[in-house]
């Protein structure tokens, strides 16, 4: 029982160590897709991946470009505040993508638009919020993706 948690362009290095170490907890995979917003020695990263980043599994990807290309077969699920279904309709399954944007903007928009039918969102109950932090975000669909395959 594995799922793909994949972070385009992402920019916040504590996020990208916070999520490595989710990963590892959950017996996911991390996709990485360049460009990031720090480099990848970045102590930041590393302190909040502590030491756990060496035993992670991380798949490196130049671009946007890349990563489709390499996993076009892949079932994937989409993350975003622009999402009009909840991540409750997503019918997780094993080796699922689940694909998130950088903590700026999100997802590209021409992403979004090509893949309305894939794009979930979390529900959020307060209009002076605009998005959750990224390696929250992550953490509530990766759970529940669990508990969706136990």
Do not use: C
């Not at 991390?30 to 980043?53: M, S, T």
Request: negative net charge.
């Amino acid at each position: 029982m594995a799922l793909n948690i994949v972070l385009i362009e992402p920019e916040i290095p504590n996020n990208t160590g916070n999520i490595g170490r989710l990963a590892l907890a959950t017996g996911s995979r991390l996709h990485l897709v360049k460009p990031f917003g720090f480099e990848i020695d970045d102590k930041r990263l590393k302190r909040a991946g502590l030491d756990y980043w060496q035993h992670l599994e991380v798949i490196y990807y130049e671009n946007k470009d890349e990563f489709f290309n390499q996993n076009e077969d892949k079932k994937m699920a989409f993350l975003s505040s622009h999402g009009t279904k909840s991540y409750w309709d997503i019918n997780f399954e094993d080796d699922m993508f689940l694909v998130f944007g950088k903590e700026s903007v999100g997802l590209p928009k021409p992403l979004i638009k090509e893949r309305k039918e894939d794009l979930f969102k979390i529900p959020m109950y307060s209009e002076n919020i605009r998005s959750l932090n990224l390696s929250n975000a992550v953490s509530i669909i990766v759970y529940e993706g669990l508990r969706q395959l136990r």
